[in-house]
């Protein structure tokens, strides 16, 4: 039942970056998994970045890997995603998610529980 808001979306071009911020209504310490998701027009939701309880531990799609940092800052109940050297097949909205999954789970959207209404990211030639 946290409430997660996203900000941080925009229109950058290509090889631009971004900083997309989720902030939680209440303190996450080190209890939630969290990630980032990311769906285009037509699309599956698929999955961005998941980072640990612990925020020592990432993982990252392929797609991403190199290009983004998923971090988390637990004192302010907050969870980033640096994007860096943005493509146009970045375009989507990005959902932050919050859960209790296993780590094991970190990529699979139906583990999480919470869920951000979504910022716009939009990268042009």
């Known amino acids: 039942q946290v409430q997660l808001v996203e900000s941080g979306g925009g229109l950058v071009q290509a090889g631009g970056s971004l900083r997309l911020s989720c902030a939680a209504s209440?303190?996450?310490?080190?209890?939630?998994?969290m990630g980032w998701f990311r769906q285009a027009p037509g699309k599956e939701r698929e999955f961005v970045a998941a980072?640990?309880?612990?925020?020592?531990?990432?993982y990252y799609a392929d797609s991403v890997k190199g290009r983004s940092t998923i971090s988390r800052d637990n004192a302010k109940n907050t969870l980033y995603l640096q994007m860096n050297s943005l493509k146009p097949e970045d375009t989507a909205v990005y959902y932050c998610?919050?859960?209790?999954?296993?780590?094991?789970?970190?990529?699979?959207?139906?583990?999480?529980?919470?869920w951000g209404q979504g910022t716009q990211v939009t990268v042009s030639s």
């Open positions: 998610a919050a859960g209790l999954s296993a780590w094991t789970d970190r990529a699979n959207k139906h583990a999480y529980l919470s």
């Open positions: 209440i303190r996450t310490a080190s209890r939630f998994v």
């Open positions: 980072i640990m309880r612990s925020g020592e531990i990432t």
